[in-house]
């Protein structure tokens, strides 16, 4: 028994962070629901306790595997589809930040902190991964590459909250800067070479978080509705449609744990959607938010039972 859970510990995925992500995602979509329709659910104490927890065990489960399995990191980070996952880790310190604004505002600044100088040092790394490389392919390319772009976006959510203005705008621009090179790279190897394996299938959804977490990030720093914010929301929103118009594809897909890659995108784009919303009064917005909304819960739930019963038959944590 001993040797199958070191087994397991020693196959942990550092991808498994991307719950985490889903999770905070799912938290704040709520939390801006209940501000606009003005009810007191009491959910966001409850999600928040459940997101941190969910986070302190994996983040305990990689420490140790950190600890006892050194080696096994070190490969995963010269992996060219798992290196792009070790920002979730990074991510997931930013996002509970998120959550923790209007909880605690002294433990939101430290998770910011952490979070921020962490997400740092991995896109100087990763970035540096790929421009040095010796070993990647253009069919290595997936949207799991746009993931620490993504964190650089994130930061000014709560960072500008916090009062940290300029080094908001500084992850702003690496994060759009980023997002316009990788989407153009991608898409050439989407079109022109050879499909992605179906595992992957899922981080499609990724594309449509850059857009709507950096129309997110831009309301907090510009303040108010100008034409690019305008363009980050319908760039988005059009990801998404064009996604959702191809379910019957991803609904036919044995369960991954790449499924969670559809969850914090989609409840991205379902924020901005009440966002704008908030900023133009309109109540189109507000439909497709609520409709958003309920399609994010749903899946989350589905995908956390996914997740618990492939534990329990021990489909997770395996070598490839």
Not at 120 to 125: P, S, W
Request: proline share 4%; aromatic share 16%.
């Amino acid at each position: 028994m001993d040797k199958l859970q070191n087994n397991r510990l020693e196959n942990f995925p550092v991808s498994f962070f991307s719950v985490v992500m889903g999770l905070c995602g799912l938290t704040i979509a709520w939390e801006k629901a209940q501000h606009v329709y003005n009810l007191q659910m009491g959910l966001t104490p409850v999600l928040v306790g459940i997101a941190t927890a969910v986070f302190a065990l994996l983040l305990i489960l990689y420490v140790t595997k950190i600890i006892k399995y050194a080696s096994n990191v070190k490969k995963e980070l010269k992996h060219p589809v798992k290196l792009s996952f070790f920002p979730s880790i990074s991510i997931s310190f930013i996002l509970l930040s998120i959550t923790y604004l209007s909880i605690n505002e002294a433990i939101s600044r430290s998770l910011w902190i952490i979070g921020v100088i962490l997400h740092l040092g991995f896109t100087l790394y990763i970035i540096s991964s790929w421009m040095h490389h010796e070993h990647f392919k253009v069919n290595h390319i997936n949207p799991a590459w746009f993931i620490p772009a993504v964190g650089n976006v994130l930061v000014p959510i709560s960072g500008v909250t916090l009062g940290y203005i300029d080094v908001s705008w500084f992850f702003f621009s690496v994060g759009m800067l980023f997002w316009i090179v990788l989407m153009t790279i991608f898409f050439n190897r989407i079109l022109f070479h050879d499909p992605m394996d179906k595992h992957l299938l899922p981080t499609l959804f990724i594309l449509i978080a850059p857009p709507a977490v950096g129309f997110l990030a831009y309301m907090k720093l510009n303040g108010s509705m100008d034409n690019f914010a305008h363009f980050l929301y319908f760039a988005g929103l059009f990801l998404t449609l064009m996604l959702l118009s191809q379910a019957n594809r991803f609904i036919r897909l044995p369960f991954f744990l790449s499924w969670w890659a559809y969850s914090f995108p989609l409840a991205a784009i379902t924020i901005s959607s009440f966002v704008m919303y908030e900023n133009t009064d309109k109540d189109s917005y507000l439909w497709i938010a609520s409709g958003l909304l309920v399609l994010v819960t749903i899946i989350v739930g589905i995908i956390i039972v996914a997740t618990l019963k492939a534990i329990r038959k021990k489909g997770i944590c395996v070598g490839e």
